[in-house]
C-alpha cells in the first residue's frame, strides 16, 4: 500500500503547543490579548500601519468587499489561477467578476492580462481589482499601478496575499519592503491555513 499524499502537513513544535496552552488557561478563548499582540506583531513584520485577524482568508476577501462598498451592478477583475475564494467574495456583495488570464508560466496577472480584461469591461462600473500573489511568487505591482492610472484610475486594488506571507517586492523607490505593506494597494489580505507558509490552525489577517 502506498503512503497518502496529504494536501498540506503543518510544521509543529513545543513552542506552538506552549503558546496554546498559555491561550488555552487564559480569560479569552476568542480576542484578548493573545490576538492583539499577534496583530501588532504581524503588522510589524508586514510593514503596515494595522493588521486585522479574522476567521480566515476567505472572510477577509469578503470583509474588504464590504468595506469597500462594492455591490450589486458593481464589477471586479480576479485572475483566473486563484483559489475560488477570492471570486466568491465578490459574488458575496452581489458584483460581478470578470476573469483576467494569467501569465502561463508564473500562473499570475500581469499588465498586459489586466489590460485586456480592463478591455472587456464597463469601466463606469469597474469598482476593484484582486491582485493575486500566487505559491510565494509575487505581482508586480508598479506595473499593475501605473496601468490602473491610466484605464482605471478609480479602481480599489486589493492584494489576495494568502501566498505571501514573508515575501517582498520593490516599493515605489525600486526598494524591497514586505507584502502586506500596501505601497501600490488599499489593503493585503493573508491566509493562517494549514496549507499556507505559517497558520493559526486556522485564520486570516488583513494588513492596510
Known sequence: MTDFLPYCRQSLDSDDFKAVDESIAGAWLTTGKTIDSFEEKFA?????????????GTAALHIMALASGIGEGDIVIVPSMTFAATANAVRYVGADVIFADVDPYTGLITEK?????????????????????LAGRVVDMQKIQNLLN???PNAIVYEDACHAIGGTYPDKNGDFVPVGSCPF?????????PAKTMTTGEGGIVTT
Do not use: M, P, R
Open 150 to 152: 491610466e484605464k482605471a
Open 185 to 193: 494597494s488599499e489593503a493585503s489580505i493573508f491566509s493562517l491555513h
Open 44 to 56: 510589524v513584520k508586514a510593514g503596515a500601519k494595522y493588521a486585522v485577524a479574522c476567521a480566515n
Open 113 to 133: 492580462t489586466l489590460s485586456e480584461a480592463i478591455e472587456k469591461a464597463d469601466i463606469n462600473k469597474l469598482k476593484a481589482v484582486y491582485v493575486v500573489h
